[in-house]
């Protein structure tokens, strides 16, 4: 016999823990099946450096209750490079490009008055939903970054400035992209970010019971209308709701989706070492489009987080001495390549959520909390619905 639950959550992510904690709070029961509490949030074996998710923004009215934010992250303190080796500082390509930085800096505060007001909807509304419903954010979410940057004659900006920043927040070119998730990751140009330790004893506090430690393998609609859950463990559970809350890859798996977002990967080290010149001399390095590396970060310990899309990157061209200390393979790191648009229920009772559709920590717990509130609305004495199967 499957052990019976009203809510079961797929992930342990900050989506899957967004949505456990709606719950908990409303003391909604549930089980959170996870192979780790964070996902992708991970920290070094000592606890000190982000080698997941490296930084939050000062407007994540949600996530910034569960972290100790640490150092900001300005832009005075980072080098960018261009296609001919040379490191400037951060604003240097916008006192080159006055014109089209004021073009640039007019279009991200549009953005973020729609991006702001999206993600107050998203409370009520599913993120396809709330992108729909408004005109520009539809239009950005489907629009190839590159058409943008033509349409608002930003090419000089984009490449000296964009460009790098892309490449070291999304380990990919802006080509790949679209405007939508571009301008997403250009926000820090206007909203200060910061480096940050997660809390996730604050994130978990009165539900730790609620988290079973396993893999689940399958998930299928039954004739009764419930769910049944199966894990690595050959355990088995049933459920009146399940909420997918892992990467999309492994949600594509799950509910057989048709498509997602294309995937991105990198290699994050943890070096002790000595960078020379001129990376020592930022705390922050970011460099071009085509480069196997993506950014370089010094820790206030002495440590160097160097990402990379190589598993075997030259250091020699950035120490003159080293040791590397861990490495992580994050394969994949993000789903972001394409517009595809997800929407959260994909049948009654049955939620994916998570950074599918907009790649940051507080969208992905937006949308944990929006299927909490979609489960919390059906009361328990509300006969579950009738479904033969996960289409």
Request: aromatic share 10%; with cysteine; net charge negative.
């Amino acid at each position: 016999m499957a052990e019976r639950y009203e809510t079961v959550i797929v992930g342990g992510g900050v989506a899957g823990l967004a949505c456990a904690r709606r719950l908990h709070d409303s003391q909604q029961s549930f089980l959170l099946i996870t192979e780790n509490v964070g996902g992708r949030i991970r920290t070094s074996a000592d606890g000190t450096v982000n080698v997941g998710a490296y930084y939050v923004r000062s407007d994540y009215g949600h996530v910034n209750r569960f972290v100790d934010r640490g150092r900001r992250i300005r832009r005075r303190h980072i080098l960018r490079g261009d296609v001919n080796g040379s490191f400037t500082r951060s604003d240097m390509p916008l006192v080159l490009h006055p014109i089209q930085t004021v073009r640039l800096v007019r279009l991200l505060r549009r953005f973020r008055r729609h991006y702001e007001a999206y993600k107050q909807q998203c409370l009520t509304m599913s993120q396809a939903q709330a992108i729909e419903a408004d005109p520009l954010l539809r239009e950005l979410y489907h629009e190839p970054a590159t058409d943008f940057i033509r349409r608002h004659r930003i090419e000089d900006i984009a490449r000296s400035y964009l460009a790098p920043a892309v490449q070291g927040f999304a380990f990919t070119s802006v080509d790949r992209l679209t405007a939508f998730t571009m301008l997403v990751g250009a926000l820090p140009l206007i909203v200060p970010m910061f480096e940050y330790v997660p809390r996730f004893d604050l994130l978990t506090a009165g539900f730790e019971d609620d988290l079973l430690f396993d893999s689940v393998t399958a998930i299928e609609a039954t004739t009764d209308g419930m769910y049944s859950i199966q894990t690595r463990n050959r355990a088995f559970y049933s459920a009146s709701n399940v909420v997918v809350a892992t990467p999309a890859g492994v949600s594509s798996r799950l509910l057989d989706l048709e498509t997602v977002k294309g995937a991105v990967d990198a290699h994050m080290f943890l070096v002790d070492g000595d960078l020379r010149r001129p990376w020592a001399q930022a705390t922050y390095a970011l460099f071009p489009e085509g480069d196997t590396t993506f950014g370089i970060a010094s820790q206030p310990g002495g440590l160097t987080l160097f990402c990379s899309d190589s598993d075997e990157p030259d250091f020699g061209r950035y120490f003159s001495a080293w040791i590397v200390i861990e490495h992580h393979h994050w394969t994949p790191a993000f789903h972001l390549l394409g517009d595809v648009l997800m929407e959260c229920e994909q049948a009654p009772g049955l939620y994916l959520i998570g950074d599918h559709n907009v790649c940051t920590l507080e969208d992905a717990y937006i949308t944990g909390i929006y299927a909490a509130n979609r489960i919390l609305a059906t009361s328990e004495d509300t006969p579950p619905p009738k479904v033969n199967s996960l289409s």
